[in-house]
Nanobody, 125 residues
């Protein structure tokens, strides 16, 4: 199971970025895929998640209405479209995969067993 996150970069406040999480070695649609982020000196936090079954999506309150998660099963890739970015969105963003289970917490890092490397998002003028 391998995940490859990409798409980070430097963007001005109010701008947009699209992160990609490409999977290899497994079929993405069997897994729930989450996006997490970690800012310097802060704990890793859940940003968004898309389920494996019905495609339900989940968002942290801080990104609701600005970020959109989606999946393209044909490309085995999950995307995180980030609009109206704010300086407080600056962080290293990670994607992670898990097979949903009883008591699964979409925003809990310890519930995800497979992680990609991070991609840095910097929102600054």
């Amino acid at each position: 199971v391998q995940l490859q996150a990409s798409g980070g970069g430097l963007v001005q406040p109010g701008g947009s970025l699209r992160l990609s999480c490409a999977a290899s070695g497994f079929t993405l649609d069997d897994y729930a895929i989450g996006w997490f982020r970690q800012a310097p000196g802060k704990e890793r936090e859940g940003v968004s998640c898309i389920s494996s079954s019905d495609g339900s999506t989940y968002y942290a309150d801080s990104v609701k209405g600005r970020f959109t998660i989606s999946r393209d099963n044909a490309k085995n890739t999950v995307y995180l479209q980030m609009n109206r970015l704010k300086p407080e969105d600056t962080a290293v963003y990670y994607c992670a995969a898990t097979i949903p289970h009883e008591g699964f917490g979409w925003d809990q890092p310890y519930d995800f067993g497979s992680w990609g490397q991070g991609t840095l998002v910097t929102v600054s003028s």
